[in-house]
């Protein structure tokens, strides 16, 4: 079922306009020359259809009577082409990898976190405009994930990019080693939850907060549900 969709949808899909936003909300069309080299690509193709069969399989698990069955196969029926959006999705986010948008953003020292605060020089009889940051030092930052005083660094990242969760490692030079409570070195846990890691006595050890970003783990296990840092 995945080849046959995958296979209508790229004869469909030269006729769509597909489209990302850019950081200032502007639309940047996707041509057909990036959709054909995409859908040429071996690793791509196969990837899309791995995503096809894998929306297929989830909405049969989920709703098995709504599915036309030949012998032991499912097999098309005209409402399973709405999975074959899964194409335009794959190509959108593949896309934003080779098309990425840069920004300068401050980040804790310690944890990696873009949650900072900086004191700051304003002009308060000029609706406190800012002037300058006070300084580097480590009291003049703080950092509102690991609930310290840091130091902070400017670093270029893709505008696309966020935190997704965190972690709880303890590091020994270059070797990090997984704090007992985490599942995987793939599981990512909201603030709540690694503060939880973090304070509990019963684990000897020097352990530290880490953010994680989009991108840093493949293939993330995601162990709670909505924002990382809200409760």
Known sequence: MSEELFTMR?????????????????EVIIDNEYKDKVLLDPVHSAAIKERLRMSVLADVQQNPDEYDMNGTEYVYSGYIYDHA????????DQFKKDHPEFKTIMVCDTCGSDNVQSRVWVRPNQ?????????????DNFCDDCNQNVSTTNIEIDTRHKVIGFQVVSMDGLVSELHPAMTSDKSLYSLEQANEMLNDRTVHGEWELVAIWTA?????VIMFEGDPRKL
């Open 10 to 26: 790229s004869v469909d899909i030269q006729q769509v306009s597909l489209y990302i936003e850019d950081q200032h909300g502007e």
């Open 85 to 92: 959006y899964q194409m335009d999705n794959y190509i959108q």
């Open 127 to 139: 609706n406190n405009e800012f002037v300058d940051l006070m300084s580097e030092e480590v009291q």
């Open 216 to 220: 840093d783990v493949k293939n993330p």
